[in-house]
């Protein structure tokens, strides 16, 4: 069977700075939110930090040897903010600059094209001292940030993303808690969504400030909400909420400069109290692509009296109640994470953003993987069998949506390697390659050996 996908398809991998570099405390480099968040006990999973994470500061020529014999066409990586402005602001530190120009460098010289991510979550510590991401003035420290990459690696760097996940740092940061900077007011996590928003657009226009013909998009997660009962009004209007604050909002806004209107309704003084005249035209630009991270559907079930409501756990400011655990059909398959294998789901969700957003030129999938609990086995191979599948099942989802018409350039396999998975620390492995973490020594897993089979057939 010949492939539906075009010849110049980005078979990739992706990864982060925090989650990988490590070398915390080396050449100049800054403290960042989540060096903060997990040196402060109970944060983090077992206490671990990135502070060595898997050494990729020193050993990013291995792992791009590693990448060409899987045969990976690009590599998304992000940029740590710190490393080139240690507090946030305007003085640079030009080791950091150093390391990502090697990088960049290596890359190319091994036929692999540099992706980059400008914010994976590592905000310097001095920003988030002075209110992070619910703070306005962070949207222009962004943009000032955004421009010098691109003053300082936009003549090798083809395609940009400027934020990765803004619904994770706003949500998961600011409400919950769970993520640096570990807040928990949803207030402020309404503040960071418009504020992520609004940096968004800024970060853009920055970059094509310096590099017009560049390609620039954000990377949203994204889900399909499944509902247990349709006909459950309660249910449906929770459900439009749910959807409008995470799959519409920061697409919504760069492409109309609105928000969606019960959103809007139901965040009320919280929202317009940041909202400022002129944010419409300020919100809205234009993006060659859109990234899409999809790893999971959600699945919202009737309320059962037991439930507690959301605003109880801190994590999203609708107080209806809803239980949003698995199906008893679907709970035995599901990933370390305790997501729910769900491949047809990625295919529906590309098809969607075609349908709703047509603005956009194509679609990437910037991010799509499974954590499970790899076993090295006496042999020294990891034979994860659950991976490799749910690999292909999203492979097969994603090109299924090809065939269907929607522009697909690229899918980036998270991760590369096995890595510091936030909060979860060391605990949770992602990777195609698995890390010994004493050693750091990487062995390539069954999984790894099976995406170099689709790369090479592209993905036939």
């Known amino acids: 069977m010949s492939s539906q996908l075009p010849s110049d398809f980005l078979w990739g991998t992706a990864s982060s700075s925090y989650q990988i570099e490590g070398a915390a405390n080396l050449d100049g480099r800054g403290v960042s939110i989540w060096d903060t968040f997990s040196r402060t006990p109970g944060k983090v999973v077992n206490g671990d930090t990135g502070d060595s994470a898997c050494d990729h500061y020193h050993r990013y020529p291995e792992d791009i040897a590693i990448m060409k014999n899987l045969g990976v066409k690009a590599y998304r990586f992000s940029i740590a903010w710190p490393r080139l402005f240690p507090n946030g602001d305007e003085v640079r530190e030009e080791r950091g600059f150093a390391f990502y120009n090697k990088l ?36 222009d420290a962004f943009e000032k940030y955004a421009k010098a990459c691109a003053e300082a690696f936009g003549d090798r760097i083809n395609s940009w993303i400027t934020l990765n996940e803004p619904w994770c740092v706003s949500w998961l940061g600011y409400s919950n808690g769970v993520h640096a900077p570990g807040k928990k007011d949803y207030k402020l996590a309404i503040a960071a969504s418009h504020h992520t928003a609004l940096a968004h657009a800024a970060g853009t226009r920055a970059i094509k400030s310096v590099q017009p013909e560049a390609h620039v998009g954000i990377t949203v997660n994204m889900t399909n909400h499944n509902l247990e009962n349709p006909e459950d009004k309660d249910l449906v209007e929770l459900t439009a909420l749910m959807d409008s604050n995470l799959n519409r909002w920061w697409i919504d806004a760069l492409t109309t400069g609105k928000y969606p209107e019960n959103i809007l309704a139901y965040y009320g003084e919280a929202l317009t109290s940041v909202l400022k005249s002129g944010d419409d035209e300020l919100l809205k630009c234009q993006n060659e692509f859109l990234g899409v991270n999809y790893y999971s559907d959600s699945f919202i079930r009737s309320p059962r009296p037991e439930d507690k409501p959301f605003l109880d756990e801190g994590f999203l400011p609708f107080p209806q109640r809803a239980d949003t655990s698995p199906p008893a059909d679907l709970a035995g398959s599901l990933t370390g994470m305790g997501w729910v294998v769900t491949p047809k789901g990625l295919g529906k969700v590309l098809k969607r953003v075609h349908t709703s957003w047509p603005q956009f030129g194509y679609i990437m999938v910037t991010e ?20 490799t599948k749910y690999l292909s099942g999203h492979v097969e989802s994603l090109y299924d949506a090809a065939a269907a018409g929607v522009p697909i350039k690229g899918y980036f396999a998270w991760s590369l390697l096995d890595n510091f ?3 979860e620390g060391y605990g949770k492995r992602f990777g195609l390659v698995y890390v010994d973490y004493k050693t750091m020594e990487r062995t390539p897993k069954m999984s790894a050996k099976r995406y170099k089979e689709i790369i090479a057939n592209n993905g036939a």
């Open 104 to 139: 960049i460098d290596a890359l190319l010289a091994a036929n692999i094209e540099p992706m980059v991510t400008l914010y994976h979550w590592d905000l310097p510590q001095k920003l988030e001292d002075a209110g992070g991401w619910a703070n306005r003035a962070t949207v």
């Open 368 to 387: 799509n993987g499974a954590a499970y609990d790899d076993i090295k086995e006496a042999d020294g191979n990891i034979n994860d069998l659950a991976r």
């Open 421 to 423: 998975e936030w909060a």
